[in-house]
Nanobody
Framework: QVQLVQSGGGLVQPGGSLRLSCATS????????VAWFRQAPGKDRERISC????????TYADSVKGRFTISRDDAKNMVYLQMNSLKPEDTATYYC???????????????????WGQGAQVTVSS
């Protein structure tokens, strides 16, 4: 069974940093992609980054390039999203998700990934 358990999130001032964590299993890290998404109230879900053993890591959202970094710690079975230079427009609920795919599939997918974390609220405000 694939499980994704998120931690992190919270309230941060503009310009600050946060790290989101997604705890999973060795099976997922060996064979699945893990991606980060976010959704702000009234907006569509936005694809942020993806990582896998075969694809490395990819960042899709131009709005976060240079500020957000996806990474993994195989020893801890964790995937992280390091978020720096946060802006009020980064306020959203953030989700990690996993599926048996390649990261390069994501931009053309019309259906959601199969497994999702519970979500973490990130609020950027002074």
């Amino acid at each position: 069974q694939v499980q994704l358990v998120q931690s992190g999130g919270g309230l941060v001032q503009p310009g600050g940093s946060l790290r989101l964590s997604c705890a999973t299993s060795k099976l997922v890290l060996d064979y699945y992609i893990v991606a980060w998404f976010r959704q702000a109230p009234g907006k569509d879900r936005e694809r942020i980054s993806c990582i896998s053993r075969s694809d490395g890591n990819l960042t899709y959202a131009d709005s976060v390039k240079g500020r957000f970094t996806i990474s993994r710690d195989d020893a801890k079975n964790m995937v992280y999203l390091q978020m720096n230079s946060l802006k009020p427009e980064d306020t959203a609920t953030y989700y990690c998700a996993a599926d048996l795919l390649h990261c390069y599939h994501l931009p053309t997918m019309t259906s959601p990934l199969k497994y999702w974390g519970q979500g973490a609220q990130v609020t950027v405000s002074s």
